[in-house]
């Protein structure tokens, strides 16, 4: 049926003609939100999926306040937000997981590092980040394919999304650049995946998966004994931090670890 016969009938039958649109497919998909993480965060990691677990089962407040606190006692509550530093493994639903989760009190510690390198050379070198995964405990991280000395386990572990256009090179570049002057007293891990995903941890000084393009510049920082986990982090071996991490916090009491979730 041509356009001006459908434009007839609706005037013959009394109807306003229906509006013709003059936005192109093209032109409504670039209107859409800048959303770089959204690749990286299944349904139910987002906020409204936050929001549901975390009222889910009451002793979540609790736990998530606790935990909260502790990073505000070491200065860096305020890196990034609480609540996604609690997203655990995209594969949460398939790992019949849960897809926030409170590290166990022990392990807090190890976290602090992560989020002072992010704070001092990651977020004013590529600007603001989104956390797309964080700690995984064990039976999560097994079922999601990690490493078995994942320091997702150990909750030093944090892969990162830039929320401000870029490109996989030009990140590469940027980050690459900064862990090479000021990661080793960090005892930072700097790794990449796919387009812009990558990962933070402060276990060990190391770096892997750089593209052929900008591996010349910034060429992979494995030592044997790191090869046969290139791209899984390790466990620390000493420390070198340039500021000591606070001290585990005690044990909570209440949900089990495996069950409890952020804020």
Not at 1 to 25: R, W
Not at 36 to 44: I, M, Q
Not at 76 to 87: C, E, F, I, K
Not at 128 to 147: D, F, H, I, Q, T
Request: net charge negative; hydrophobic share 40%.
């Amino acid at each position: 049926m041509s356009l001006l016969l459908a434009l007839a009938l609706q005037l013959s039958s009394g109807a306003a003609p229906a509006p013709i649109a003059t936005t192109t497919p093209t032109a409504a998909a670039a209107a859409q939100p800048y959303d770089p993480a959204a690749p990286y965060v299944t349904h139910g990691q987002g906020e409204a999926g936050y929001r549901s677990w975390y009222l889910a089962v009451p002793s979540r407040e609790t736990q998530v306040k606790a935990f909260n606190d502790y990073l505000a006692s070491a200065g860096v509550s305020g890196v990034l937000p609480t609540w996604q530093l609690l997203r655990t493994a995209s594969a949460w639903q398939e790992c019949g997981s849960q897809p926030f989760e409170v590290p166990p009190t022990s392990e807090w510690p190890n976290m602090i590092q992560t989020l002072r390198y992010i704070r001092d050379y990651v977020i004013p070198d590529v600007g603001p980040v989104e956390a797309v995964s964080a700690y995984r405990n064990p039976v999560l991280n097994k079922c999601a394919g990690g490493a078995p000395e994942s320091a997702h386990r150990l909750d030093s572990a944090v892969d990162l999304v830039p929320l401000r256009p870029i490109t996989r090179e030009a990140l590469m570049q940027s980050l690459c650049a900064d862990h090479s002057k000021h990661g080793e007293p960090y005892n930072a891990g700097l790794g990449f995946y796919a387009y812009l995903r990558f990962h933070i941890d402060s276990t060990k000084f190391r770096r892997w998966n750089m593209d052929p393009a900008v591996a010349a510049l910034c060429p992979p920082l494995l030592k044997p004994e790191d090869a046969a986990s290139s791209g899984q982090p390790l466990p620390p071996s000493a420390p070198a931090a340039p500021q000591p991490a606070p001290t585990a916090p005690p044990a909570i009491t209440g949900q089990p670890a495996e069950t409890i979730g952020q804020h």
